[in-house]
């Protein structure tokens, strides 16, 4: 390469020793005080940049190879002068250049509005001078007795909560409401406060400057953040790891000072917001600060133990490398050379990384359709599902389009295609016609005992388990009270039979005439009635089968009320279910269908029956409490009104026809699988997707 006149670098820029490379060679960190960015040089780099005034490239690649061990070329200067132009490093001669810059960097508003609304920072503060005046206050924190003093309050609270272990869990269990939010709330916000201060103090400590404090928006959840980017002209790692732990570390000590608070103080408000700071504290720091996957603190930690600024960035790429390797057989060079230790972490870090933000875009685009109204939750639903999930995938498949032409055919390509293949054809060939749904299935014939009145267990006649012939008395229940109706009924009965008896004797008798025979009448209507009512009491089988779940107050002499439950009377033979389908499975059902039970007991083999009776109109409520997800079924459910509601649409479907078998002891809570029409895994997709939006728009 030709040689060149270096450009003028910009005059505020510093250099500062850096920590020491990977490979154990001298670092150097050149720092932007305009946009307080820092970037980690090489030792190559660093002897240019301390060279820069040579102003001749040849001169500068000259004095490097003559003064140092180093071995220069053109194309490492060039290299060097297209970094420090790409980001702004070097003097600009016009605005036309400067602005073409940054529309270099910024390639479009609309895409730094997708990449940025869902985060984005607000500086509020510059508090480094506060800082600096208050760091003599508070500098026994960072002395070697606090933190003694630190491990004796953990261990001295986690003992005394370990002996009230019930009470500290059901602290909160009292307050609810506005209150219970209020709580949440402060309790989140003071330990987010004491976080960010800690990461400011601990550098201020250590000489940094910390130049703003404020508010990031994640999610339009608002967070406190700290700019202590002037850690990294730190050589020390130890102390840049504290910094970058000082949060959590501040977090953990404010939850180990409210556990131990906690166990004085008396129950109130007050005690429910110090187990908030004791309990949530320590989780959120470790669920979601202490994650080396997003950008938070243990992505920075991790970075920085590892030695590896970067880390997303350069594990991404040897994975991307390793991905085109064994699928396509593309023989690049490897972007950076790693032991085969290191390379294997880097790899199992990046597909980490990688399944973890599938997840976390994913749940944040539903999050996102739900917190807008339907049309634009809609759109954001997918915008965001195109921006962070798809488009990743549709890159890199370009990636693969435009190098097509390198591609050699061998084993890693026949391979890749063959399974390729396999996954196509799996999702679009229309060979499934199994439809999995939750349901229960019971006797066909089957009939419930209830008592028909309060009254007195007399006489039990039969157990659990016992075979009945039908009219056969299963039990006998007394009842004083109608006794004494029908003692007294019989009694004004036989009054007026005798009156009817005397009219033709009795003037004043006959003068009543036939309003008295009536009377008799009625009298001899209602002992008929009683002893009906009391006939009932005798409780027999409405057909020959079995008794199960016989209730435990069915003993001589137990009380029980009307409409208790008292058994159970099951056919011999014969099963019967109904099965919960969605709004999607519900249209290609037809009666007389094939479909299968398994159990969720595994007590029998699968059993055969047909599709019945489809119900065209969803169930608002379920009926089936074994299937409801409340109770462990595996129907999504909401208690309401003591009514169980269901979360998402569902349509009952008979199951009758079942073979021939001894009935079930008991309802059978289980899965039956529906044969349905044939169809593919992207139909179904595709169905629930416009039966989704459609449902959503209003449609």
Known sequence: MDNFLLPPLR??????????????????????????????????????????????????????????????????????VQFLRENQLLQTESSEELWRLHQHRHRGYLSWLLSHYLFFRIPLVRPD?????????????????????MALITLSGLFMVSQ???????TFSSYGGWMAAVGIAVALSVAKVVHELGHAFTARHFGCRVPAMGIAFLVMVPVLYTDTNDAWKLPSRRQRLLIGGAGMMAELTLASCATLLWCFLPDSPFRAGIFLLASTTWLATLAINASPFMRFDGYFLLSDLLQMPNLHARSFALARWHLRRVLLGLDDPEPEHFSASRRRGLLIFAWLTWLYRLVIF??????????????????LLMVE??????????????????????????????????????????????????VSAPAVMDAAQSQAIYVPEDALVGQVNVHDGDWVQQGQVLAVLTSDSLDYQIAQAKVIAANLAWQVA???????????????KKLALAAQQQIESLLRQQARLTLTAPFAGRIADASDTLKPGTVVVQGERLMQVLGKEGMRGEGWVDEDTVTTLRPG???????????????????????????TTLDQPLLASVYGGGIPVQIINERLVPINTIFRVRLDACETRLSPEREMAGKVVLQSEHHSFLQRAWQWLVVSLGREAGL
């Not at 009230?164 to 059901?170: P, S, Y």
């Not at 994913?362 to 759109?379: P, R």
Request: with cysteine; proline share 4%; aromatic share 16%.
């Open 164 to 170: 009230q272990w019930d009470a500290f869990t059901h």
């Open 11 to 80: 005059q505020e820029l510093t250099l500062h020793a850096g920590p020491d490379q990977q490979d154990g060679s001298p670092g150097w960190v050149l720092h932007d005080p305009a946009a307080n960015r820092f970037f980690l040089l090489g030792w190559a780099s660093f002897e240019m940049l301390s060279r820069w005034g040579a102003r001749d490239a040849g001169r500068l690649m000259k004095a490097v190879n003559t003064q140092t061990t180093l071995t220069l070329d053109m194309h490492d200067i060039h290299h060097l």
């Open 385 to 434: 599902l195109g921006w962070f999930v798809v488009r990743p995938f549709v890159n890199e498949l370009q990636v693969w389009w435009r190098r097509r032409h390198d591609l050699r055919w061998g084993f890693r390509t026949w391979r890749t295609l063959f399974f390729l293949t396999v996954i196509v054809l799996f999702l679009a060939v229309p060979w499934q016609r199994g």
């Open 362 to 379: 994913t749940s944040i685009a539903f999050l996102v359709y739900h917190l807008f109204f339907k049309t634009l939750g809609i759109i």
């Open 593 to 619: 269908d094939a479909a299968f039970f398994v159990p969720d007991s595994g007590e029998t083999s699968a059993i055969r029956c047909k599709v019945g009776q489809v119900d065209r109109l969803n169930q």
């Open 129 to 149: 001078a506060l800082l600096a005046r208050l760091l003599p206050w508070i500098s026994w924190v960072f002395r070697p007795g606090f933190w003694w003093l």
């Open 502 to 516: 005397q009219q033709p004797f009795s003037k004043g008798l006959d003068e009543q005439g036939a309003a008295l």
